[in-house]
């Protein structure tokens, strides 16, 4: 395992020419730790970007490519919603044209969608290296979705990028331990880079008339959640027991169809809002006095905010958060989550155990240097030029 710190760009000077990296996005997290990598990338690199259409619906990808300043893809997959297998299918048939046509020096997948499970695979398949960004977190439910694509991901990959120690030890006790690096959260990365910008332009408090810290800010998206009935409306119980605090809800499309077919009716104090672009939801994160989610970037980002979090998950990969106290699990479970809305209280320390916001640096300089020891293994430098990209079908 080893700890990096960020460099200058030293190796492809050594490796003597630019990388091509493939580098797959499909969901929103997936957008906002793809933006201070890619610009890390391009300044040096080739980036062929490849969006599999996983979020389609323009509240969930576009708004997020615009204000993070994320280049257009240079391939748009188009795979759209549909059971977990026929969507990892689909995304893996247009993986493998793709591929043929670019032969990236490395592809780079990150966090724990069906978009991370395909591209890893796909790659994997044709001996293309893989990076994985988020390498190492660990529910240890293995019934949920994210658990098995990040494991997955992570025995393909050749190169993993840790946001923390306890991710590269979790690693390390299913036997992974070359090439193993703690860079980081690159989630930090792009809150640092986008805070003034978020400042400046967005607009949730003013449209939705909120005052700072007199709201509470709600998420719920993952299957766990939105697919159990019993537990969604219990969740709705809850926000709905919640006496003398307004609550506002900006709800996933999936979410807001789950809470439709189990007929949820909210209290006049629940506000459910569309879904917020990045701006408006680091402005509302910022602003709320307290935050309620099953969402892993929004338990990153509320620690990041200094905002306390209540999970709505029976566990967690960022137990670095709990552990510093500023993250509480309460479940599903309507009476621990009333408990906790008014009477959580963080510590004043918040100590940086998720990076320090240099992350891409990191990895793109980590990404140079294994490709050069690559081609020194080759016995010969390997010039890697970008093929035109073609339409790919869904």
């Known amino acids: 395992m080893n700890v990096v710190q960020a460099g200058d760009g030293a190796a492809v000077e050594k490796a003597g020419s630019a990388l091509t990296v493939l580098s797959v996005v499909g969901a929103r997290p997936e957008f ?3 933006a201070p990598v890619s610009r890390a990338l391009r300044r040096r690199h080739t980036e062929v970007l490849v969006h599999t259409g996983q979020h389609y619906d ?113 690693l390390a006790r299913e036997g992974i331990t070359a090439d193993v690096h703690v860079t980081g959260d690159v989630m930090l990365d792009a809150l640092l880079q986008n805070r003034e910008a978020a400042q400046r332009h967005a607009t949730a408090l003013q449209r939705l008339a909120l005052e700072p810290g007199g709201y509470a800010l709600v998420t719920v998206h993952r299957a766990a959640n939105t697919d159990d009935p019993a537990r969604l409306l219990a969740i709705v119980e809850a926000l709905n027991g919640v006496v003398g605090e307004r609550i506002v809800f900006p709800a996933h499309p999936r979410t807001q169809k789950a809470l439709a077919a189990v007929g949820a009716r909210f209290a006049p104090h629940v506000q459910v809002v569309e879904p917020a672009g990045y701006f408006d939801m680091l402005q509302l994160e910022e602003n709320a006095r307290l935050i309620a989610t099953d969402s892993g970037g929004v338990q990153r980002e509320a620690y990041y905010l200094g905002r306390p979090c209540l999970t709505l998950r029976d566990e967690t990969e960022w137990t670095e958060t709990v552990d510093a106290g500023w993250n509480l699990l309460v479940g599903a479970n309507p009476q621990a989550i009333l408990e906790a809305w008014f009477s959580f209280a963080p510590p004043a320390a918040r100590p940086p155990v998720l990076g320090d916001g240099a992350a891409a640096e990191r990895i793109v300089q980590l990404i140079e240097e294994f490709v050069l020891q690559a081609r020194v293994a080759q016995g010969a430098a390997v010039t890697s ?10």
């Open 32 to 34: 906002v730790q793809a």
């Open 58 to 170: 323009d509240r969930m990808s576009r708004v997020f490519f615009e204000q993070l300043g994320v280049p257009e893809p240079d391939a748009h997959l188009g795979v759209g919603s549909g059971s977990h297998g026929r969507q990892t299918g689909a995304m893996l048939a247009a993986f493998d044209a793709l591929l043929e046509q670019v032969r990236p020096d490395v592809v780079v997948v990150r966090g724990d969608t069906n978009s991370t499970l395909a591209g890893a695979l796909a790659a994997a398949k044709l001996l293309i290296p893989v990076a994985h960004i988020e390498a190492g977190e660990r529910s240890f439910e293995r019934r949920m979705p994210e658990e098995q694509n990040r494991i997955v991901a992570d025995h393909l990959a050749s190169l993993h990028f840790c946001v923390s120690p306890k991710a590269a030890q979790n």
């Open 385 to 394: 030029q970008p093929a035109a990209i073609q339409a790919v079908p869904a």
